[in-house]
T-cell receptor, first 111, second 115 residues
Framework: KQEVTQIPAALSVPEGENLVLNCSFT??????LQWFRQDPGKGLTSLLL?????REQTSGRLNASLDKSSGRSTLYIAASQPGDSATYLC??????????FGAGTTVTVRA | GAVVSQHPSWVICKSGTSVKIECRSL??????MFWYRQFPKQSLMLMAT?????????EQGVEKDKFLINHASLTLSTLTVTSAHPEDSSFYIC???????????FGQGTRLTVV
């Protein structure tokens, strides 16, 4: 069974600092990996999707890397802003189209 | 990406009653939808896979007679929590997958409180 771990569980940084969020998974036989943002009491917003054959994806200030062999992905958020405050979830997709989620990293960006 | 609408956003019901949650794919036809549950401070857990025109596939430990799923059309899946109890209080959220990359898109979720 796929186990997904996100470290740290919570992170507080001053505005402008870069954020580094880590995700690890136990089974390297993945189809893809997706990063989401979740605001309190809200649904999930897809941030980045990395296919198993890819090493990284970028969108604006966001960059996500994937190292399948070591079972790790990292989400980088450059020049953080208070609006980036949210919970970030990592989800690993398997060939049966299911997603296994980590517990998330709750980020607070202080103005 | 795909637009998924979930209704209601929140609901409070009495113990023993049933509650229906709708998940609609607004801009494309989804043959498969997924239902997740999220308890406070915990991760999302897949409950079941909803397949249009056939029976849903439930994850281990999820009672299919308690959580009834109907996927009668390519744009609508419903989750009915039957004989709800306080321990069923949770955040329920649905998703669809789009494109060859199977990117997942989620609805806004439904906060269920059973009193």
């Amino acid at each position: 069974k796929q186990e997904v771990t996100q470290i740290p569980a919570a992170l507080s940084v001053p505005e402008g600092e870069n954020l580094v969020l880590n995700c690890s998974f136990t089974d390297s036989a993945i189809y893809n990996l997706q990063w989401f943002r979740q605001d309190p009491g809200k649904g999930l917003t897809s941030l980045l999707l990395i296919q198993s054959s890819q090493r990284e994806q970028t969108s604006g200030r966001l960059n996500a890397s994937l190292d399948k062999s070591s079972g790790r992905s990292t989400l980088y958020i450059a020049a953080s802003q208070p609006g980036d405050s949210a919970t970030y979830l990592c989800a690993v997709g398997t060939n049966d189209y299911k997603l296994s989620f980590g517990a998330g990293t709750t980020v607070t960006v202080r103005a | 990406g795909a637009v998924v609408s979930q209704h209601p956003s929140w609901v409070i019901c009495k113990s023993g009653t049933s509650v229906k949650i709708e998940c609609r794919s607004l801009d494309f036809q989804a043959t498969t939808m997924f239902w997740y549950r999220q308890f406070p401070k915990q991760s999302l857990m897949l409950m079941a896979t909803s397949n249009e025109g056939s029976k849903a596939t439930y994850e281990q430990g999820v009672e299919k007679d308690k959580f009834l799923i109907n996927h009668a059309s390519l744009t609508l899946s419903t989750l009915t929590v039957t004989s709800a109890h306080p321990e069923d209080s949770s955040f329920y959220i649905c998703s669809v997958k789009q494109g060859q990359g199977f990117e997942a898109f989620f609805g806004q979720g439904t906060r269920l409180t059973v009193v």
